[in-house]
């Protein structure tokens, strides 16, 4: 009998206790979430969620009886405070202590917030990362009601589709100097600015927010001097991964809790998986933020807490819902010197990222196909001729 202690309770902490239990019936677990909810999924959060289309009971990932029927110790509303490594020994703020055979940090990450010197605290703005954020902000979403979204990524963009939606006024405004840039080529950005434009939210990209000031609405002042009144403020300007913990416990982070093949920290009783992670990929240390690998990385780790030796090899893959497109990206683009561009039926299209001759990954804009054939080319180490991807009339198929 082992004692096993996850802190964290999100998908990544979920999944390793579900693990854990199923290959181990009497090791002792217990999973301490911060939050007071049961886990719950998070990418409805921004969709169903908000739009009212989902209750709330339909996010958890087990309804409460789930948890005693399989021994494990739900700890919820209670934040870990300070791992004592000598005495094997997690303890929570409100001094609360659990001992440990192994650990494992499955801490998720936090937005990253506007610094209050520039109205990131001012009532009316918004951070998209648990469902009480969405709980505060949902009131907002009436139609005529005008709002800023801050941050031009994933986050932003999910966020303006769902305002637009709703029949609100949208303007989002990124730094750089186009949309989705620090994770996708140019194409990409081209095929969803069109798509965000054609629905009605005005995208304005290299612009920076200067300072929000509030009276009774909200006005944004922005770096090219111009300035909006809105309703309520949105921002998606990335997350931070949550490592202080491990950081204050003397584990080695970089941007993220160092991990390496097996899941493991510097600490042979410590363990980590999911968003707070930076993991070894291909020959670099990179962090992946993505519903699977926070899935795959702690079923991986649970079958190593218990004595397995078997490295973790991530295979990313990542979706989006924006209006009635769903982006599925396959692979990592880091790297990528030429973009090849494939259309598919109905408007769809899909851009292959080479390095050379070499397959790095897949954004597939409603194109199920073309995704599921790049994954698997992709997973199995091959690439295609970049000639036969670029002809809409070749059989895709015929790649494998």
């Not at 709980?135 to 303006?160: K, N, S, T």
């Not at 982070?253 to 980590?272: F, H, L, M, P, Q």
Request: aromatic share 8%; net charge negative.
């Amino acid at each position: 009998m082992q004692k096993l202690v996850i802190a964290g309770g999100g998908q990544a902490g979920f999944a390793l206790a579900a693990k854990a239990r199923s290959l181990c019936p009497d090791s002792e677990i217990t999973l301490i979430c911060e939050e007071p909810d049961l886990p719950y999924q998070r990418p409805p959060l921004s969709k169903k969620y908000l739009r009212n289309e989902m209750a709330r009971e339909q996010l958890y990932l087990r309804p409460e009886g789930y948890y005693a029927d399989q021994g494990i110790t739900l700890i919820r509303g209670h934040s870990a405070r300070k791992i004592d490594r000598d005495a094997k020994r997690l303890l929570l703020l409100d001094n609360q202590a659990f001992a440990y055979d192994q650990l494992a940090l499955t801490t998720g990450a936090r937005p990253r917030r506007l610094p209050p010197a520039v109205g990131g605290d001012l009532p009316g703005v918004y951070y998209l990362r648990n469902v009480q954020d969405v709980d505060r902000m949902a009131p907002e979403f009436r139609a005529g009601r005008r709002v800023l979204v801050i941050g031009g990524g994933y986050i932003g963009l999910e966020a303006a589709a769902v305002a637009a939606n709703s029949d609100l006024s949208v303007t989002l405004v990124e730094m750089a100097p186009r949309i989705l840039q620090r994770v996708a080529a140019p194409e990409t950005s081209d095929f969803f600015r069109t798509l965000h434009r054609t629905r009605g939210v005005d995208i304005r990209e290299g612009i920076g927010l200067d300072r929000l000031e509030r009276d009774k609405t909200i006005t944004a002042r922005f770096s090219d001097g111009t300035a909006q009144e809105v309703d309520f403020v949105i921002v998606g300007i990335g997350i931070e991964p949550n490592d202080a913990l491990a950081r204050d416990a003397g584990l080695p982070c970089d941007g993220g809790i160092v991990v390496d093949k097996y899941g493991r920290t510097s600490d042979r009783n410590i363990w980590a998986a999911g968003d707070c992670t930076r993991l070894p990929y291909r020959e670099n240390m990179i962090r992946l933020e993505s519903v699977q690998n926070a899935i795959d990385q702690a079923e991986a780790v649970a079958a190593n807490m218990l004595g397995q030796e078997t490295d973790y090899v991530p295979n990313p893959w990542f979706w989006s819902d924006q209006f009635d497109v769903k982006l599925q990206i396959a692979g990592l683009n880091t790297g990528y010197d030429r973009v090849v561009v494939r259309q598919a039926a109905r408007g769809g299209q899909s851009n292959w990222y080479f390095q050379g001759e070499r397959l790095l990954a897949v954004d597939a804009m409603n194109d199920p196909r073309g995704y599921m054939i790049g994954k698997r080319l992709i997973e199995a180490g091959r690439s295609p001729e970049q000639a036969q991807v670029s002809d809409p009339d070749a059989d895709l198929k015929a790649l494998l």
